[in-house]
């Protein structure tokens, strides 16, 4: 086994001291439970406050632990503020793509459309937002569970069917969420509707944690070339959305 | 090099933030630096600006801006200036130091002064000669307040040695060289919200410089909205600053809202209505403000008619940083979600009186209709709804003031991403609400100008066509709703007047 992270070890520390108290700890007396430096206690400080796991008292400069550390495991981005701080960029791809935008997580199995952006034609279109699609017949969804693997396997075995091309067993499922994992992006070719075809990549977090995905969807003959392959442009444009997104939400990579 | 290699830079001196964005040839977005200032609140209803951190903010954003583009200073063909308004900033000629922090178009400091000077005519008083009544919004009256509270500030006002600016004038001075042979001007949308201009001549009124109690020497040349200013000295040095609007005429531009009867409302801080009412000086007996729209070079002014509303998305931040029952603005509409209506809970911010279409400076705000029922949820609910009947009170004062009903409303701004009360703002209207894929029009509008001063963007035809839709919502509350609802609103607003008492 390869050697354990100190500075991990030391902010798990500062996390079960923080659990231990019923108040809040400052600075000087974590640094002196735990017999370290102060810098180094307020490095780690600062670090766990950036994420969420740890809050500082204004009125006292005192820590305690902080609301995302209460909510592990549930969702870890409010899906409003996801939609509010990608909002500028999901627009930015509608208009450089010429198609629609959606931003979509993972809602018990399902992909939630949770930003819907209008193909910019100025065509009769309405507000998606709100819609659960197919997780494993579209793009938004196969990327969703190309990195939350509890989830796909939720799915259990048999998938269900909306198309000829809709893959519908985990076995044929598992290869292509690999591939979404190699590739870094996902497609669906008429695997929902005919004639219909999707490009979506991930959207991370602090740490690298995938939150959600930003996708477009439109005509096959115009997201893919004549052999069926998404066009390289495209996939090109939805992926530095998603990272636009990303940095935003504060991933580095 | 080809136009397309070339980038207008926008700085959006917002009230709590200030932007720089980059955008492309077809309107897009391609780089956005952003950063708060501090809101000083010294005294309740006061409230100010550090012009100095502001000035700071926009030196580091704009190379920021263009990092992230990776495009370097000369690929920006121009540089466009949108604005918070009203906000006031006197600082010393000689020294570039500000006299003091800038005083905020929230601020409600004037009200005393205000009061004083509707002693002799009443409110509208200098309507006729500026299009707006006396109110604490607009920056002249502060102008005075500050030359009175200053010891000695008055004499060396007249004199010449001190600058007023809103923050357009006060960030163009600085980057065109600050004390060394900076410019001080102003567009004709800013200098039409200090009560000092001529709405018809567009010069500054010698009876209002009198009846306010302003030198002429303080005061900025008046410019039209896009034009080139200058070149910059600091930060992009060679670069023309070619455009300046206040924001939210900015943001009608922005909307590309050029021929009359269209209008936008831009949900941000605060929230406004702007209707493009063309040539025409169109005056209220509404409660609405007439306003310059925009002024292209040498064209003819395009004027509007505003209705402004004090508080909206800062009632989102108060519930989120004085009451802490939400981590960021947009858990507003989880909250929001997780119950099914207000509970009978209203909201009224009126948290320095209310403007349009009231102008009550003696109001202030009140939650009414709590019960033990009542959660945080629906608290949450009334927080969005105060938005959405707020902006129906202008709408109906905007179709009573032109004589033609709103068909749709093109909206931009912050508050837009906020799903359920774009939703709520369509249910309360009665009519489509509209968004465009630019979501930030106070910028492009910017942008837009100074591009069109410069010649990166040929007219506004072409402008028109980068306009397009990215989101619409239907209304489909049931009428009787609407109707009952909209009376209790009313009947809430009511219970806010005459509750300060000025002075005291
Ligand atoms: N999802 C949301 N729901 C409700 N209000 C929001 C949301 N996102 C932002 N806001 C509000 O919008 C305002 C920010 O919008 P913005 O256009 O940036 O304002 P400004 O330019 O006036 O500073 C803030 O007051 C914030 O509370």
Redesign the interface.
Known sequence: MSKSIQSIERAAAVLRLLARGPGRLGVVELAGALGLPKGTVHGILRTLTGVGFVEQDRGSGKYQLG?ALLHLGTSFL????L???A??WA??L???SGEAVRIGTLLEGRALVVH???R???SL???E??QLLPAHACALGKVLLAYDRAAATALGRDLERYTQRTLTTAAGLGPALAQVRERGWAADVEEMTVGVAGVAAAIRGHGGLVVGSIGISGAVDRLCDAGGTPRAGLVGQVQDAARAVSRELGHRW | MPVTDYYVLAIDQGTTSTRCILFDH?G??VS?AQREHHQHYPHPGWVEHDATEIWRNVRRLVPQALAQAGADAGQVAAIGIANQRETTVLWDRRTGVPVGRAVVWQDTRTDALIEELAADGGHDRFIDRCGLPLATYFAGPRIRWLLDATPGLRARAERGEVLFGTMETWLIWNLTGGPDGGTHVTDVTNASRTMLMDIATLEWSDELLDGIGVPRAVLPEIRSSAEVYGKASAVLPGVPIAAALGDQQAALFGQTCFAPGEAKCTYGTGSFLLLNTGPEIVRSSHGLLTTVGYKIGDDAPVYALEGAIAITGSLVQWFRDNLGLI????????LALSVADNGGVFIVPAFSGLFAPHWRSEARGIIVGLTSYVTKGHLARAVLEATGWQTREVVDAMNADSGIALTTLRVDG?MT???LLMQFVADVLDVPVVRP????TVSLGAAYAAGLAVGYWPDLEGLRRNW???????PRMDPDLRAAEYESWQRAVERTFGWHRIGR
């Open positions: 609301a409010d899906v409003n503020e939609r509010s701080r909002i500028n627009d930015a509608a208009s450089r819907h952006v209008f910019p034609d100025d279109q309405t507000v937002i709100g | 077809l897009r977005l956005v981590n960021s603005a947009a858990e507003i509409e989880t912050g991403a906020d799903n894929m630019a979501l930030e397009h839709r990215a989101g619409q919502w239907l």
